[in-house]
């Protein structure tokens, strides 16, 4: 009898430790089984960031793409709605020792207009420009009404200009031959032409009428000489007072 009841007592507690050890295997393990899901759903959450930054970006690259493809893109614009465009002046100007250059770069300046160089394609040099030697170029060319001297280059599209200054130094008590290459090269209808000059103390003289005589349907105003040493203010005075419109 004694016998049963250890055996029936030591079954219990084999029994009992049993179930203990289960419970023991059973709660140390769940941790380990949770962490993985956790980690999984943390790289999960990862990729959502990361891929919803992605399309954020592509979204806000594609953006201006698609406001381009939604605007007048290939739509003519109507013309009742093109701004108008203001009065187009041209600022041209033969120089050879650079002092009309830098009244033509006040005009041109003070108007905010385009400027174009009158630039010979054989540069004048000292010995050219010696006006005491008969046999200089300038004084070659000045002696013979009908010289022509070439011009490197050309004014782009001189259709859109309503206004043209014309500036040269006076050789002789004319322009420069070349000035009236300048102005031959050129259908002049329908425009404003403004000449000006530097001179050591000569004026326009007949140099302007000259010009204007090789030019047919245009506007030509009384020239004006000006010195090399006139301020901006002083040139864009005399600008002013031509009474042009010179639009905005």
Same mark, same amino acid.
């Given at each position: ?37 956790? +980690? ?8 959502? +960031? ?26 003519? +614009? ?21 002092? &009309? ?5 006040? /005009? ?16 004048? &040099? ?51 031959? /070349?000035?009236? &290459? ?15 000059? &530097? ?50």
């Amino acid at each position: 009898m004694m016998k049963k009841v250890i055996t029936v007592f030591i079954s219990l507690l084999m029994i009992l430790s049993l179930a203990a050890c289960g419970n023991f295997a059973s709660q140390t393990g769940q941790p380990s089984t949770e962490e993985k899901p956790m +980690e999984s759903t943390a790289d999960n959450v990862g990729s959502v +960031e990361s891929g919803t930054s992605v399309e954020n970006t592509e979204a806000t690259e594609k953006q201006p793409e698609e406001t381009e493809a939604s605007g007048n893109a290939g739509i003519p +614009e109507d013309p009742e709605e093109q701004e108008e465009q203001g009065t187009k002046v041209l600022v041209a100007y033969f120089s050879a020792t650079n002092i &009309t250059r830098g009244i033509a770069g006040h /005009i041109a300046n003070g108007l905010n207009a385009d400027i174009y160089e009158i630039i010979p394609e054989e540069p004048y &040099t000292d010995a050219d420009l010696n006006y005491n030697d008969n046999n200089s170029r300038t004084t070659i060319e000045m002696n013979d009404p009908d010289a022509r001297p070439a011009i490197s280059g050309s004014v782009e599209d001189m259709e859109q200009y309503d206004i043209v200054f014309i500036g040269y130094p006076i050789w002789w008590g004319e322009a420069p031959r /070349i000035v009236s &290459t300048f102005v031959e090269s050129y259908d002049f209808s329908g425009k404003t032409i403004v000449p000006f000059c &530097t001179s050591g103390g000569s004026g326009v003289g007949s140099s302007a009428t000259n010009l204007e005589q090789l030019t047919d349907g245009a506007d030509w105003l009384p020239g004006k000489r000006l010195n090399g040493s006139d301020s901006q203010d002083t040139v864009m005075e005399w600008v002013n007072g031509l009474g042009l419109d010179f639009g905005e």
